[in-house]
């Protein structure tokens, strides 16, 4: 399973929209419906955010959304909030293993 | 609601055996998958591996022949341990439930190897 690749950093203004690209193998990403995005606050555990590419689960907001094209997975933040600054990270399952991509950086200006 | 708390030692010396406990509250652990995740300080996560309730395990290909997880449904509890550990083990361990996705998540536990 190879690795999965994000940008480093993001960022954006309050009330703005923010995209987070995660970018795999075929075999992975592009391959499986098993995409999933985590939130992380400093010192935190990870939060789910979105799985099977673009659902929610309870209690996430739906400015959070997931989408997928190919080899790309994506995580838009819109109406962009303070509290939304924090590491995102995207991970996919696929031939039985799991692997995370290595994680944005998004700063609310 | 469902809580899972990791437990063990913070302090294992080079070489040794790396061991932790994940407790779960609040659900039973049958019938679901039980992930080990770490996090390397200051660095992205990193997928362990997972047991499901019936003791099938699956783990990364770089700790495969390291790491070794069980489960105890009467406790309701999973365990990980991870030998011949060297600084680079040195990590928060995170146990969580699911291995598609992960729903639930443990607060994480520091887990510092030196001498």
């Known amino acids: 399973q190879s690795a999965l690749t994000q940008p480093p950093s993001a960022s954006g203004s309050p009330g703005q929209s923010v995209t987070i690209p995660c970018t795999g193998a075929?075999?992975?990403?592009?391959?499986?419906?098993?995409v999933s995005w985590y939130q992380q606050h400093p010192d935190k555990a990870p939060k789910l955010l979105i799985y099977?590419?673009?659902k929610r689960p309870s209690g996430v907001p739906d400015r959070f959304s997931g989408s997928k094209s190919g080899n790309t997975a994506s995580l838009t933040v819109s109406g962009l909030q303070a509290e939304d600054e924090a590491d995102y990270y995207c991970?996919?399952?696929?031939?039985?293993?799991?692997?995370f991509g290595g994680g944005t950086k998004l700063t609310v200006l | 609601q469902v809580q899972l708390q990791e437990s063990g030692p913070g302090l294992v010396k080079p070489s040794e055996t790396l061991s932790l406990t994940c407790t779960v509250s609040g659900a039973s652990i049958s019938y679901y998958y039980w992930s080990w995740i770490r996090q390397p300080p200051g660095k992205g996560l990193e997928w362990i591996g997972y047991i499901y309730y019936s003791g099938s395990t699956n783990y990364n290909p770089s700790l495969r022949g390291r790491v070794t997880t069980s489960v105890d449904p009467s406790k309701n509890h999973f365990s990980l341990k991870l030998n011949s550990v060297t600084a680079a083990d040195t990590a928060v361990y995170y146990c969580a439930r699911g291995v598609r996705w992960n729903d639930h998540w443990g607060q994480g536990t520091l887990v510092t190897v030196s001498s």
């Open positions: 991970s996919s399952y696929a031939g039985d293993n799991v692997v």
């Open positions: 075929s075999s992975g990403v592009g391959g499986y419906n098993d």
């Open positions: 099977e590419v673009s």
